[in-house]
């Protein structure tokens, strides 16, 4: 049983910055990408950051410059930090990630239960 548990989030006002983890658990043989999303009740949800697992990210214009991923393999850790945040940055902040649980598995897509992150103006 694979879980991942973000953490991190919180109200804060704009221009301030904060750091998001996502912490994968359980029965682990490899983690391919990792991502975030983030999702504002009644709007679809928002691709963020993307990092593979040879540590390329990719990041929408939207976040990009402000916004940056990174991961600890050995933690099967990923985060996400955050600066420079705008009030349009609020929502649920969700991770993902592709996991295969043993060798003999396919890799299945995880996701996390959210962390909210509000930011003041």
């Known amino acids: 049983q694979v879980q991942l548990v973000e953490s991190g989030g919180g109200l804060v006002q704009a221009g301030d910055s904060l750091r998001l983890s996502c912490a994968a658990s359980g029965t682990i043989f490899s983690i391919n990408t990792m991502r975030w999303y983030r999702q504002v009740l009644g709007k679809q949800r928002e691709l963020v950051a993307t990092?593979?697992?040879?540590?390329?990210?990719t990041y929408p214009d939207s976040v990009k410059g402000r916004f940056t991923i990174s991961r600890d393999n050995a933690k099967n850790t990923v985060y996400l930090r955050m600066n420079s945040l705008k009030p349009e940055d609020t929502a649920v902040y969700y991770c993902?990630?592709?996991?295969?649980?043993?060798?003999?598995?396919?890799?299945?897509?995880?996701w996390g239960q959210g962390t909210q992150v509000t930011v003041s103006s």
């Open positions: 993902n990630a592709d996991i295969r649980e043993n060798p003999t598995k396919f890799v299945y897509l995880y």
């Open positions: 990092i593979t697992s040879g540590g390329t990210a």
